[in-house]
Structures are given as structure tokens and as C-alpha cells.
């Protein structure tokens, strides 16, 4: 850790803060990384920032208030094999001034020792919380990181669209929805060109 022109410690996370104050300022959406007692470490939470009413737990809101919502998990072998996809996704979010905020530094190859929230523009948000949500079902690897690469490669407005299929419609048509795009994005179980596939997205 190194020292200001203060004399303060300088850390990543001081470097965030100071450059894009309130979570709750022009990012609708954030990337808490956290853990918990029954997962492996480190759990990523992807949230959205909406109004209405708290979770359980929260306590009540003000009118207009907003609360960073749950909208999906990643952890374990998942997480690792998503890796590269989430720093790539993340490098794009930027600053007000649209300088890049650097996100992928909190994700390096080895342990990861950062915790708390970062903040995802919509097209980051969108495209995490697709990936965190078609993942959960699958226990295929490869098919899961093919998703993932598949997802990082939507626009913004394709991202948003997919996501919207699968959480807008019912609980019915929502589940039909993300088993679609799990074969869609993903192939079926033990289909050999899954891997195929795979290797040329990497490249």
C-alpha cells in the first residue's frame, strides 16, 4: 500500500470513492464482492438500484427512496471460470468524465481481497445479472463460461432486452425464458461442439 502526497495510505479502494463519490449517484447498478459462511470466498452479489419498497430486513423507506436489490450470485468453480468475462465486462464502466474506473484491478488472478460494493453502469449491471441468473441452474462449466462469453459480446440494448425477457413476463414464462437462453447461449448437456465453441471465444 502506498502513501499520498499527504503522507495518507493509498489503496484502490480510497482511489474509487474519491473519484466517483455516492454509490447511489449515476450507476444504477453494483458488484458487491462479500462472503458467506456456507460458500466458498469470495461471493459476488450483482445489485440493482431501484424504488419501492425494502427488502426483508431493511426496515421501511422514505417516498423515492432507492435500494440496491439482490439480482443474482456467483461463486466457487463458476466464478473462476467466469473471471476473465466479469474484469472484461467491468474494465468498460467509466467515470463522469468517462474515464474508466479501473474495476478490473479488484479482480486479479489470485485471491481476491477486496469487499464491499463497485458500481456497473446499465450495460455492466444488465449483462452481469443475465450471466448470474443462467448460470445458476447449470452445471457444465464449459457451458457456463460459453454463456458468459456469449453475454459479454451483447450491446447494451441487447443485454437489457435479454434480461428483461427473463424476469418481466411471470414466473412461468420467466423460467421458460432462461432455459431458452441457457441452449441458446450455451448448447445443450454433452454436446461436444460446446468446447469448440469455447476455445474460438477465448481467442
Known sequence: MASNKKGKEWSPECDLLQRIG????????????????????????????????????????????????????????????????IR??????????????????F?????????????????????LALLFKLQERVGDMDRVELMAWRVERFSREEAVYWLSRTRQFGEAANRWAQAGMRTMLGGQAGDKTVVAMLEKLRQ
Request: hydrophobic share 40%; with cysteine.
Open 22 to 85: 455516492p454509490l447511489s449517484g449515476p450507476y444504477p447498478w453494483a458488484l458487491r464482492v462479500t462472503e458467506h459462511k456456507d460458500k466458498p470466498v469470495p461471493v459476488l452479489i450483482v445489485k440493482e438500484l431501484t424504488a419501492g419498497a425494502a427488502d426483508a430486513g431493511q426496515g421501511a423507506l422514505s417516498r423515492g427512496q432507492k435500494v440496491l436489490r439482490d439480482r443474482g450470485f456467483l461463486y466457487g468453480p463458476a466464478l473462476r471460470r467466469c473471471l476473465p468475462v
Open 88 to 105: 472484461l465486462v467491468a474494465g468498460n464502466v467509466t467515470d463522469g468524465a468517462g474515464v474508466p474506473l479501473d474495476l478490473p484491478r
Open 107 to 127: 479482480f486479479p488472478n489470485g485471491r481476491i481481497v477486496f469487499r464491499g460494493n463497485l458500481p456497473l453502469d446499465e450495460e455492466a449491471g444488465a449483462k
